[in-house]
């Protein structure tokens, strides 16, 4: 099985500002890599999948990058709407498909 | 547009079953596999089983293995777990999700089940 690690856990950023979280594959994943985000009490929310490829109707300023074991989600100017927990996702090796343990972005 | 709605969730004893359904429309249901994530309270994301688009298919976490069973009625449009054996750590919220190439491109709601006595 994959692990996945995401760091840091939790992140205290001002709005406005810039916001880099990463993610680690315990063997690469190739581009397999999707990322998700989740607000309170709402479900997970695709954001980026192939590593890079935004979904339908996500803000140009969220941008993913990597491959292989590394990978990065950057939000480059946080929004108000963006404080949520964030998730990646490896779906090169599966069953199972595996997930990061989750990056907390809070308002500083 | 895509929509998803869970239905089924319960409070249910130790050892005891339920059952959830998704219903799925907006999309041709038979054409793409689907999964159900869960993730217990506080706690992260954790996928639970799949099933290919004809239904031929189904992969399942160890966790699950042997209690859970996943299902499809492509004529309804509609995903199954049937869930025998409930332990404590089964507890969470049950998420149906439409697989697109391994990834999930659209949830529903989720609906909550507890195991407690």
């Known amino acids: 099985e994959i692990v996945m690690t995401q760091s840091p856990a939790s992140l205290s950023v001002s709005p406005g500002e810039r916001a880099t979280l990463s993610c680690r594959a315990s063997?690469?994943?190739?581009?397999?890599l999707a990322w998700y985000q989740q607000k309170p009490g709402q479900a997970p929310k695709l954001l980026v999948y192939?590593?890079?490829t935004r979904a339908t109707g996500i803000p140009a300023r969220f941008s993913g990058s990597g491959s292989g074991t590394e990978f990065t989600l950057t939000i480059s100017s946080l929004q108000s709407e963006d404080f949520a927990v964030y998730y990646c996702?490896?779906?090169?090796?599966?069953?199972?498909?595996?997930f990061g343990q989750g990056t907390k972005l809070e308002i500083k | 547009e895509v929509q998803l709605l869970e239905s089924g969730g319960a409070l249910v004893q130790p050892g005891g079953s339920l059952s959830l359904s998704c219903a799925a429309s907006?999309?041709?249901?038979?054409?793409?596999?689907m999964s159900w994530v869960r993730q217990a309270p506080g706690k992260g994301l954790e996928w639970v089983s799949t099933?290919?688009?004809?239904?031929?298919?189904?992969w399942y976490a160890d966790s699950v293995k042997g209690r859970f069973t996943l299902f499809r009625d492509n004529s309804r449009n509609t995903l199954y777990l049937q869930m025998n054996t409930l332990r404590a750590e089964d507890s969470a919220v049950y998420y149906c999700?439409?697989?697109?190439?391994?990834?999930?491109?659209?949830w529903g709601q989720g609906t909550l089940v507890t195991v407690s006595s």
């Open positions: 996702q490896q779906y090169n090796h599966w069953p199972p498909c595996t």
């Open positions: 999700a439409k697989v697109y190439d391994g990834h999930f491109d659209n």
């Open positions: 063997q690469s994943v190739s581009n397999k």
């Open positions: 099933t290919g688009s004809s239904g031929a298919s189904t």
């Open positions: 907006g999309f041709i249901f038979s054409t793409y596999a």
């Open positions: 192939g590593a890079s």
